[in-house]
């Protein structure tokens, strides 16, 4: 069978972020003020979402990049912002659409979702005062070409944040996790993970990493690997503030099968010991947080 082409390509990641927007608006609708109270959010994302959500003002132009179902600039538009989110899947920015206008005259700003391919996107020059961009750039075959733009797009001293995965995961975080996942509740019953170790043995904690890494979920996973984009943002930009994430436990986190009264007492322990161990340098984390100006 040939090689898919690039728009092939391009049309499956539309439509598995679409059928992802769906599924996850029917339980809980794409407004941040309710998903930060999801577990895996109060556990890994609320307090650095709602840090970066203190920097928008209103009547500030912003942009966000790879915005699926539209909730990050949603909650721009509801601080005040004039908030514009772009993706190339028209299906999720049709659940983003549909839920900002469920909201009518109670938004505090204006928000506006629009279709586009971020590999050869061409953006307006010096119009936002901040821009975007969460767990999208390393899907990306033309992230140097992005980098580019939203470095035009910034006004002069404007703000890009980045939340993504730099690098490849560590073999110190694969064992962890592997070690986690064996002893912890998960979807996978004991008898199975018994079963996996004595099939896979030594070779398990490669299949952990290949699944931390999301490998084969998207036809772009991991297509911007060849870059390195904290580089060249670094080249562009002044970094202002660098956030290591902790490395397992997001991962451990969506893996984990317990309820919330078990559940969130042992994960933020569990935050707490890796965010040490990231820090003593044991465990390495390739999640990433950046705060940059446009010098
Ligand atoms: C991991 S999801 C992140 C979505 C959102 N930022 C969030 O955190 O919920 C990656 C997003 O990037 C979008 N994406 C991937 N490749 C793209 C491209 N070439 N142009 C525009 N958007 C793209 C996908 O459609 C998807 O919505």
Known sequence: MSEPTYEQKLAGEADLWGADAERSAQSVPPDWRQHQNLRHNIIYHKRDINIFLDHIQPGMRTLELGCGSGWLTLAMAQRGAQATGMDISERALEVA???????????????TYATADLNTIELPAARYDVIAVKGTLHHLMRMDHVIAEMHKAL?????????DSHGEESLSTALVASGLMFLLPTHVSYGEKIRGLLRFGTRAPSRIKASIEAEGLSPFEGAGREFDWLQLIREQFTIEQYINSPAVTGYITHQVRLPDWAALPLLRTLRVVDETLVRVGVLHNSGIILYARKG
Do not use: I, T
Request: hydrophobic residues 35%; proline residues 4%.
């Open 97 to 111: 659409r549909r839920y900002a206008e469920s909201l009518g005259e109670s938004l505090r700003g204006s928000v």
């Open 155 to 163: 006004k002069p001293s404007g703000l890009l944040w980045v939340s």
